[in-house]
């Protein structure tokens, strides 16, 4: 594993343009559970992929809206890792850095990183289930909510239900934000791909998508993913030790 952070922090010393995409193994370490381990206890009974859709939000509204209350307070709970603190301090040290991340969480700008795009929407934030004022129609529920309607609160416009201003299965990304993400991946010299199974489009397919372009593709993860076999470097372990790892040997790289 030495060698491959020694080739990889020589690579990140010479790379002008740097894309890093995240996945849930980044925030794995500050103990945010991933839509699996969030079903421990009363959620137990339920399948995630039949929670996280506009269809299953339609059917059952106070029981989506419950689980995300639910997860929020998990990741209320999480800090930043060391990996998202590595991260933080490769962007001060890249000309050209862009962080694309399926998380939802805000660890990595709690980490202090600048420039990200959140292709899966944030958690914390809030919309009206249809977009009553444009795409999107983001809520301030500590501003503005009062009325609650079918156990979620009341859109302040329109009266009808907000919803978590997350990404579901079905759903298309927010077009703007792939849009730059997949500039990026065709622009970069190197991704750094950390903690992804690779298996969601198209978040997955921006690696593949960077490679055809002429850039080199790292991969940082303790197992096995749809990314690894052509990755140039695999790194296999937890990005909270392996980051730090690559950030020290770039100051002793020559
Ligand atoms: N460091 C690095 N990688 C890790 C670590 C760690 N400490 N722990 C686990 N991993 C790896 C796992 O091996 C796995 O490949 O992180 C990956 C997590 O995979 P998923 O849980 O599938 O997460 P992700 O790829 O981000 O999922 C994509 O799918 O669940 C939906 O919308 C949700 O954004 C999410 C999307």
């Not at 859709?53 to 639910?70: I, L, M, S």
């Not at 993913?225 to 470097?233: F, G, K, L, Q, V």
Request: charged letters at 20%; a negative charge.
């Amino acid at each position: 594993m030495m060698i491959q952070i020694k080739q990889t922090a020589q690579l990140l010393r010479n790379c002008r343009r740097l894309v890093v995409l995240t996945g849930a193994g980044v925030s794995k370490e500050s103990g945010v559970p991933t839509f699996r381990d969030a079903m421990d206890g009363l959620w137990a009974q339920f399948d995630p992929a039949q929670l996280a859709t506009p269809q299953a939000f339609q059917a059952h509204p106070k029981r989506v809206w419950d689980w995300y209350e639910y997860r929020r307070d998990l990741v209320r709970q999480a800090h930043p890792n060391p990996g998202h603190f590595a991260l933080a301090e490769l962007e001060r040290r890249v000309p050209q850095f862009i962080l694309v991340t399926q998380n939802v969480d805000d660890l990595h700008e709690q980490a202090g990183s600048q420039r990200i795009l959140h292709l899966h929407g944030k958690i914390a934030q809030n919309k009206c289930f249809f977009n009553c004022q444009g795409d999107p129609t983001l809520i301030d529920l500590d501003r503005s909510q009062s009325a609650w309607i079918d156990g979620v609160p009341a859109c302040p416009h329109c009266g009808r239900w907000v919803r978590p201003d997350v990404v579901w299965f079905g759903e298309v990304l927010p077009l703007d934000i792939l849009h730059e993400a997949a500039e990026a991946s065709r622009d970069c010299d190197l991704m750094l791909v950390i903690g992804t199974a690779g298996l969601v489009d198209p978040a997955g397919s921006l690696p593949r998508v960077a490679k055809q372009a002429g850039a080199q593709v790292i991969e940082i993860n303790p197992d096995h993913s749809a990314i690894t076999r052509y990755a140039d470097i695999k790194i296999d372990g937890p990005s909270g030790e392996v980051m730090p790892a690559v950030i020290k040997a770039m100051d002793h790289a020559r």
